[in-house]
């Protein structure tokens, strides 16, 4: 099993910026997806954004244009950077990697705080 770590995360004023980073406890190859998702005291987790292996890419709604997913490499899989964040953005984070071999890994998620 691989263990996720997620980085990055802090409190920010509206409209400022921050970049999450996801690292493995140890190389994941064969990779199929990575993904961010966050959850908000008192709401469901959702998926923000979206790789696949072949490159294409999936973003919801509320960060679309202002979120930016992007892959790394075997020990580092994925990114986020978060541009014009806004209060309704603070969240719990979580990086997710489906990878062969290794299955479905989640990280403990890192802590993002939006206010004045």
């Known amino acids: 099993q691989v263990q996720l770590v997620e980085s990055g995360g802090g409190s920010v004023q509206p409209r400022g910026s921050l970049r999450l980073s996801c690292a493995a406890s140890?190389?994941?190859?064969?990779?199929?997806?990575v993904r961010w998702s966050r959850q908000a005291p008192g709401r469901q987790r959702e998926l923000l954004a979206q790789?696949?292996?072949?490159?294409?890419?999936y973003y919801a709604v509320p960060v679309k244009g202002r979120f930016t997913i992007s892959r790394g490499n075997a020990k580092n899989p994925v990114y986020l950077q978060m541009n014009s964040l806004q209060p309704e953005d603070t969240a719990v984070y979580y990086c997710?990697?489906?990878?062969?071999?290794?299955?479905?890994?989640w990280g403990q998620g890192t802590q993002v705080t939006v206010s004045s």
């Open positions: 790789i696949r292996g072949g490159g294409s890419t």
């Open positions: 997710n990697v489906d990878a062969l071999g290794s299955g479905t890994s």
């Open positions: 140890r190389s994941i190859f064969g990779i199929i997806a």
